[in-house]
């Protein structure tokens, strides 16, 4: 019987001889190895999922945006004009769903982001001796094409790029190359464009203080250069950039009080448990880099990105909360490293168990939030590598057409997205289609001619609501309109896009309706509808508002709330607070979301509309009035917003 392992043989068995770093030497053949793994095992071309084999699976949300991206980017569609959204122009070479379109730019972006996400995973292992460099470099290959994955090693490679630019004993090619690339994420999607600026002018701020201009100099105009050059090769006006991050900023600025959905409290809790762990070696750093510029502001970019991470995952919490614990063992790695050695500093048995500790609880919020499936897609990690493989090589024949599932959708399922009528009365007229089911006319073919916050959902604030109402009131508006009253998180259903909604009803006709959808037809002048205020007052939360005396004509509410600077630090640090109203009518009294920024600019109330047999009764004249409303907040909010809400009610001049 073998006796007992002792301490002294574990701790050779942990160290860094038996795990040899990557780099150097005999280590070339390993690292090449590591690299080939990673590039396969990130390798994915975008927008390959038909549309027939992902509507039933996915939501019809998220396959109607990422149509659009695709249909944005072949017909060259404005971005920040005709088109305001968070993700821009190369936003489709980051989805996974399409109609097969743009396939040789998806398959170049593919092997360039497969090869500079391998690049900087490795770039990071070999830094690191022993145990943390392998685990990061496992971690990295198990979950680099998890869902999430993508953002996630996008933030990283990012991240990597601000340790080469720091780094003085980085070669100009790869510092280079880097920068390219994250020009070229930075038109893909906004968060990618803040995270980008943010290690531009980190770094090229550092040259400066060191009075390195030249370095600072080239930093700037290579990245701004490269971002200007691939805007104009889109097709992009150089005008419309600026519009561009303004819508971007108006959707990210209110994202959280809009979009928030509280997480598991098992998924919340493993993933604070890692943010402490990872907050308290950050402290330590921050101590040991005063006297060093270059480290202090990695240090700075690497706190930066895990809060972008955070946010990511934690506003709509039920949903996404992986992305942040994908990314967070690698920030609690990168906090090791210093650019001014190019080295990782003390490394050592307490950072092993730190960082055992944060792979363990990382991993445990995965496998809660997926319900275990994450551990079947480890487990056939190996044949997932070999299908990448087989599309890595009917790419390089020049045969991916052929296993390429974008352009092959079942004909079956084709016919049950089929809208015949619609097709037939709309022809080649404009058409729009509201709420966020717009699949409807790209699948079909039609004239898709959009308002500028495609998905009603998403117009959130009083300007991006405007730019929809004013698209809607100029001339190029859309003759037709493809119509369902919808929307997500139980909100109140006439608040999404609600300024347009009040427009469209004045000025649009029913003349269709076809598997669940209402056909429209402009049929009005396009003048904006007259609202003259009736009544104002302010009540408390979870009083009742006497409704009886409004129930005669068309009325628009406005429910204002205003958040407290208590309330301002929870929405930046975590979310805002979800608040409701109950609706009392016809003897029920359903409770709904409202989001405060749309409800304070006004939204239809009576007649109550609930879904398309609600609006059909609306141009019949009938429907049912709204008695009374009530609004509410959880306990867990008091003290964000004032204790009152304002109420205005307005009546629609006819």
Known sequence: MAPPADKTSIA??????????????????????????????????????????????????????????????KHRLQFGKDVVFTYGPLGYLFTGVGQGYLLAARVVFAF????FTAWATVGIARRFPGLPGRLFFLWALLFGTFSGGLDQFTFLVILYCGFLLLDGSA????????????????????????????????????????????????????????????WLATGQHPENLASWVKGSLEISGGYSKAMSRPAAPAILCLCLLSAALFLRRAAVEARGRLGSLPDAAFLALILLFDY?????????????????????????????????????????????????????FCAAAMVIRTDGAILTEIFYKPVDVCRRLKTVCLVLSGNLDADYPA??????????????????????????????????????????????????????????????????????RPEFVIFRLETIDNRFPTLDDAPLLIFLLQNYRIVAREKGFLIMRHSGTGKPPQLRQVHEERVPFGQRVDLSRFNDKIFVMQAVTRPTLWGRVVNTLYHAPILSMRVLAGGKEPEARIVP??????????????????????????????????FLRPTSAFGTSSDTVEVRILRIEE
């Open 12 to 73: 050779r068995f942990f160290s860094a001889d038996r795990f040899p770093p990557l780099a150097g030497g005999g280590g070339t053949l390993l690292h090449a190895l590591c690299l080939l793994l990673l590039f396969l095992g990130t390798f994915f071309v975008s927008g390959a999922g038909p549309v027939t084999g992902l509507l039933d699976r996915w939501s019809p949300l998220d396959v109607s945006w990422q149509l659009v991206l695709e249909y944005a980017a």
């Open 308 to 360: 972008l991470a955070w946010k990511q995952g934690f506003v709509r919490a039920d949903d996404h909360p992986h992305t942040f614990a994908l990314f967070q063992p690698a920030a609690f790695l990168l906090l090791y490293l210093h650019p001014s050695t190019g080295r990782a500093g003390s490394v050592n048995a307490a950072m092993h168990k730190q960082l055992a500790a944060v792979l363990v």
């Open 112 to 115: 360039a982001r497969s090869l």
């Open 407 to 476: 352009l092959h959708p079942d004909k079956s399922q084709l016919k049950e997205l089929d809208l015949p009528i619609a097709r037939a009365l709309i022809g080649n007229s404009t058409v729009d289609v509201l709420d966020f089911q717009q699949w409807t006319a790209l699948v079909n073919g039609l004239n898709y001619h959009p308002r500028p916050v495609i998905q009603g959902y998403s117009a959130y604030t009083p300007y991006l609501q405007s730019m929809n109402r004013v698209f809607y009131e100029g001339v190029g």
């Open 597 to 630: 920024e749309m409800a304070s600019t006004g939204f239809l109330f009576n007649p109550l509309l609930f879904d398309n047999g609600d609006v059909s009764d609306f141009y019949l004249k009938k429907g049912t009035a709204a008695e009374a409303v009530t």
């Open 171 to 230: 070669g100009r090619a790869s510092r280079g190359s880097f920068l390219v690339f994250i020009a070229v994420v930075s038109l893909a999607k906004f968060t990618y464009l803040i995270a980008a600026l943010a290690v531009v002018l980190v770094t090229a701020g550092c040259r400066l203080a060191g009075r390195n201009y030249r370095r600072a100099f080239s930093i700037v105009l290579g990245y701004l250069t490269v971002l200007a050059l691939l």
